[in-house]
């Protein structure tokens, strides 16, 4: 009978048992995926107030060692528990899962650079541009319909980053998250690191449903993040009926961190609806550059209420303080440029254009994919989608399962998948869909 080595674990403070499963783990005992005590469990045995035993555990998510699972309990992180974005560095295989921008539509940015002001910034200075902020300001706030003298504007290292800081500054670990499934990848992978519970809220054609919200605003979630257009994997986005309808469940919640990630913004060709009400309390729009102006640029822009950025901005811990102002012009200078923004929205525009093209291609096949907005094309499949994309390998073509962007663990499989194929002539799209048909797809 194999030895259970949580019967090891010891303390009688939450530091010192957080240390005591540290140590465990360390020296191998517990492996990735291990599961830990239930905490009312681990409480009685070690004979401490369970909060204590909560305690321990949040500490141990906040270091990344363990995830919380909701009902299925809290286990040491494993070194990849969820997918990524990403080639799949393959070459011998066409790569149509990556969900990357098109390198040629990415604007160069060493036009901009012997432009740029090149002052030098020292510690102490403020951690926005000035210039940045105030057009931000204009371009975010202008968007929502909160008092101008409520917004405030920070930077941080990409939406990753924005995220990331605001689940930091404002949750604690175990606590709920009301998150779109399917969802993006970067958000489930952040919320188990960090140990808060997903709770999974369901997206149709129109985004984000009113009943999957209801439903996670009454398992008492602390925050919500929306996509409000080219969702992701999906490519739903929110009509104003829906933004409004949206708007209407978290009414009675105001102190619920909304936190919109409108990720594709100046490439996006559909209008923007928020579900941020002018009253609500706590929220946040987050805008990165990655997809118009490339993912190294690294910058996304938040606007927030004044309470959440003041949080935020606690988290700039010293080391990372601030984005290089460098950066910060660059990208300023990159959208305000007139020959750049034309740029942006030719991209736009063939990226619609090449969904469209390549939704037609898969109908000539027996596969109807309503194309929406964004890189990729959430494809409807008859069998499992899992067992499809296997078959797609074999013969060449490397495609995401939409099992890859479920929140909950224990779901049915998927009958999606998510493919990027912008960057295939029609030729190619066409062999592409018949290989999906002839795979199980159709």
């Known amino acids: 009978m194999r030895h259970d080595p949580t019967h090891e674990i010891s303390g009688a403070t939450a530091a010192e048992i957080a240390s005591s499963v540290r140590g465990l783990i360390e020296r191998g005992a517990l492996a990735p995926a291990d599961s830990l005590p239930p905490v009312r469990v681990l409480a009685d045995r070690l004979g401490v107030n369970r909060n204590t035993a909560v305690s321990a555990y949040r500490q141990l998510a906040s270091s990344g060692l363990v995830v919380s699972q909701g009902r299925g309990g809290t286990r040491v992180s ?145 925050a919500v993040i929306c996509t409000p257009r080219a969702q992701n994997p999906t490519g739903a986005s929110l009509s104003a009926g829906r933004a409004a309808a949206l708007r209407a469940e978290l009414a009675d919640h105001p102190y619920v961190l909304v936190v919109e990630d409108d990720h594709f913004s100046l490439l996006s060709r559909r209008p923007f609806h928020s579900i941020i009400a002018p009253r609500h309390e706590r929220w946040a729009l987050v805008r990165s550059v990655s997809k118009f102006l490339g993912p190294d640029m690294g910058l996304a822009l938040v606007a927030s209420d004044p309470h959440t950025a003041e949080r935020l901005g606690r988290r700039l811990r010293p080391g990372t303080a601030w984005v290089s102002h460098l950066l910060q012009r660059l990208s300023l200078a990159l959208v305000t440029d007139e020959d750049v923004r034309a740029e942006i929205k030719a991209a736009g525009a063939h990226y619609s254009e090449r969904n469209d093209a390549f939704g037609r291609a898969l109908e000539r096949h027996g596969i109807r994919a309503r194309p929406g907005d964004g890189l990729s094309l959430w494809v409807p499949v008859a069998r ?56 199980g797809g159709a």
Not at 180 to 206: M, Q
Not at 409 to 417: G, K, N, T
């Open 78 to 222: 494993a070194p990849e528990a969820v997918a990524r974005e990403g080639s799949a560095n393959d070459a011998t295989l066409a790569d149509v899962g990556a969900g990357n921008p098109d390198p040629r539509f990415i604007p160069d940015p060493m036009r901009a650079l012997a432009a740029l002001d090149g002052h030098p910034v020292l510690y102490g200075a403020p951690v926005v541009d000035t210039d940045l902020e105030r057009w931000a300001h204009a371009r975010l706030g202008g968007d929502l319909e909160v008092a101008p003298e409520h917004v405030r504007i920070t930077v941080t290292n990409g939406a990753a980053d924005a995220l990331d800081r605001l689940f930091t500054a404002v949750l604690a670990p175990g606590d709920r998250v009301a998150v779109e499934d399917p969802g993006f990848l970067t958000v489930i992978h952040t919320l188990r690191i960090g140990g808060y519970d997903a709770v999974p809220v369901s997206v149709d054609e129109e985004g984000m449903t009113p009943d999957g919200l209801r439903a996670a605003l009454d398992q008492g979630v602390r």
């Open 384 to 439: 499992p989608a899992a067992e499809v994309a296997a078959r797609l390998r074999e013969r060449g073509w490397i495609t995401r399962s939409g099992d890859e962007f479920r929140v909950s663990p224990d779901a049915a499989p998927s009958h999606h998948l998510r493919v990027t194929a912008h960057d295939l002539d029609d030729a190619a799209q066409d062999r592409l869909a018949e290989a999906i048909a002839d795979s």
